[in-house]
């Protein structure tokens, strides 16, 4: 699949010539973008621990980042169009993890 | 052994316009109106609430099916317009297909009309701190004893802070002259290095909705390039991509 990777060899820009996308991009578009509808199957992605371990990735860096002081599109309702969603999940899946008794650090 | 035909149920990929010609492989169009939804027959068992939730945690199951549907929506997308949808939108019934489409007509006409002729673009900007550190200059001095020792530290801690803020401001400023190229964009968080499994920091992880293919958007990319490089950030296009980041409508709305 080569269509994901259409970074330019020339001008310097990096290129991953004939890399499937990366797991990570397609994961945060198929899981956490798109049009949200309720089919007859409830499927609670929040149920996924593997995506609650990788959320918990995304806040463990969101507070990383504000350590680093690279917190520039929180806050900004334009450049942070999903915080709200995020605030929510956050919350969710706090309360996910103390049910469930994970630690912060625990690996999949 | 011959086995009872195994109960099946249709996955919603997303939606196109009903004049889409003939879909791909082994999925089909359900027809309402000017939309159509582009399903798949999947087994019902793979969905049964008493095993999802052990196949939604099964990374292989998982990575599998995710790809599978992004597969769909890239080959689909090469040939038309199409609304994403998110993992998982399954009914029993073809007609329970149909009736979703005639509840959210309107909704989903819009987010096709948005995104008609127009691709998603993703742009990440990777920072290597080191390079940073490095081309902001002023190594910290040598010698020793105590005071220079502190001096040092002291040079390196001003140095870290001012890396840090040239880092965001160039995320920042990237990201603002990204949307100037493009009809809408989003700044997304990030990903920690636990995911991307690089050394560099991720410093943004934009997305861009484009025209004409992004010619410009392309274009301006590799400005940036040339012009943050020196400064230790190379920056990363991928895509086309289906517009999965374009067709939620507004929070407000």
């Known amino acids: 699949m080569s269509r994901n990777d259409v970074s330019r060899a020339g001008g310097g820009l990096q290129t991953r010539p004939s890399q499937p996308a990366q797991l990570a991009d397609v994961l945060e ?33 969101a507070d990383k980042a504000k350590e680093m002081g690279i917190d520039w599109w929180e806050g900004d309702p334009f450049l942070s169009r999903n915080g709200r969603d995020q605030r929510d999940l956050d919350s969710r899946l706090r309360r996910l993890e103390s049910a469930a008794g994970i630690e912060e650090g625990d690996g999949e | 052994m011959i086995e009872a035909p195994a109960a099946q149920a249709w996955y919603v990929y997303g939606v196109v316009d009903a004049t889409t010609a003939a ?8 027809e309402h109106g000017a939309l159509a939804a582009v399903v798949g027959q999947v087994p019902l068992a793979d969905f049964a609430e008493d095993v999802l939730a052990e196949r939604l945690n099964d990374r292989v199951w998982l990575e599998a099916h995710v790809r599978a549907h992004e597969d769909v929506l890239m080959r689909l997308a090469e040939r038309a317009t199409v609304v994403p949808f998110r993992f998982g939108v399954i009914y029993r019934e073809l007609g329970d297909v149909t009736a979703m489409l005639r509840q959210r007509r309107d909704e989903l006409a819009a987010a096709l009309a948005h995104v008609r002729g127009r691709v998603e673009l993703g742009v990440k900007a990777w920072a290597d701190r080191a390079r940073v550190e490095a081309a902001l200059g002023d190594a910290p001095a040598g010698g020793s004893g105590g005071r220079a ?9 001003e140095r870290a802070q001012r890396a840090t803020a040239l880092m965001t401001e160039i995320a920042q400023g990237a990201h603002e002259r990204l949307l100037a190229a493009a009809v809408e964009g989003v700044a997304n ?16 992880n934009g997305a861009y909705l484009v025209e004409d293919g992004g010619t410009a958007l392309s274009e301006l ?7 943050y490089a020196p400064s230790g950030v190379d920056f990363e296009l991928t895509g086309p991509w289906p517009p999965h980041n374009f067709v939620e409508p507004p929070e407000d709305a």
């Open chain 1, 29 to 61: 578009r198929v899981l956490d973008k798109g049009i949200v509808i309720a089919g007859d199957i409830k499927i609670n992605l929040l149920d996924i621990e593997l995506l609650t371990v990788r959320i918990r990735l995304l806040v463990a860096s």
């Open chain 2, 189 to 204: 968080r990030p990903q920690p290095r636990e995911l991307t499994g690089r050394e560099e920091t991720m410093i943004l």
């Open chain 2, 23 to 30: 879909p791909v492989d082994d999925v089909r169009l359900v």
């Open chain 2, 221 to 227: 990319l590799r400005t940036l390039q040339d012009e």
């Open chain 2, 149 to 157: 020792y502190l001096e040092r530290r002291r040079t390196e801690e």
